[in-house]
Nanobody
Framework: QVQLVESGGGLVQPGGSLRLSCAASGNFFSINAMAWYRQAPGKERELVATILSSGRINYADSVKGRFTISRDNAKNTVPVQMNSLKPEDTAVYYC???????????????WGQGTQVTVSS
C-alpha cells in the first residue's frame, strides 16, 4: 500500500500563495491518479484537483485559474501551487492516490494525514 506524506500547509493572508507537496512511498507497482482534496469545518471533503499518470488534469471550478497541480512520476510527488488564496480556501488539505500492487491487482485508495491551510488576515 502507498503511504502519503503532505507538507507545506500554514497560515497565509488573503491574496497570498502556498505550495503544498505530497510524497508517495511504499510497495506498489504503479500509481494511477493522484489528487488533492480538502475539508473545511462542518463541510464534506471535496475534490480540489486530480492528475492522472498520463498527465490529464481536472480542477474544481472554485480553484480554476488559481491552483496548479503537477506531478513527478519518477519521484512520485504531487505538488499543488495555490495562488490568490481566499478565506474560503481554508481547510485541511488531503493528498490522495490510487495504486496497484501488480499489473493485475485492483486499485487501492490511499490518503495522507492532511495539512492545515488557513487563509486569514
Amino acid at each position: 500500500q502507498v503511504q502519503l506524506v503532505e507538507s507545506g500547509g500554514g497560515l497565509v493572508q488573503p491574496g497570498g500563495s502556498l505550495r503544498l507537496s505530497c510524497a508517495a512511498s511504499g510497495n506498489f507497482f504503479s500509481i494511477n491518479a493522484m489528487a488533492w482534496y480538502r475539508q473545511a469545518p462542518g463541510k464534506e471533503r471535496e475534490l480540489v484537483a486530480t492528475i492522472l499518470s498520463s498527465g490529464r488534469i481536472n480542477y474544481a471550478d472554485s480553484v480554476k485559474g488559481r491552483f496548479t497541480i503537477s506531478r513527478d512520476n519518477a519521484k512520485n510527488t504531487v505538488p499543488v501551487q495555490m495562488n490568490s488564496l481566499k478565506p474560503e480556501d481554508t481547510a485541511v488539505y488531503y493528498c490522495y492516490a490510487d495504486s496497484r500492487r501488480s499489473r493485475i491487482d485492483p486499485l487501492v485508495r490511499s490518503w495522507g494525514q492532511g495539512t492545515q491551510v488557513t487563509v486569514s488576515s
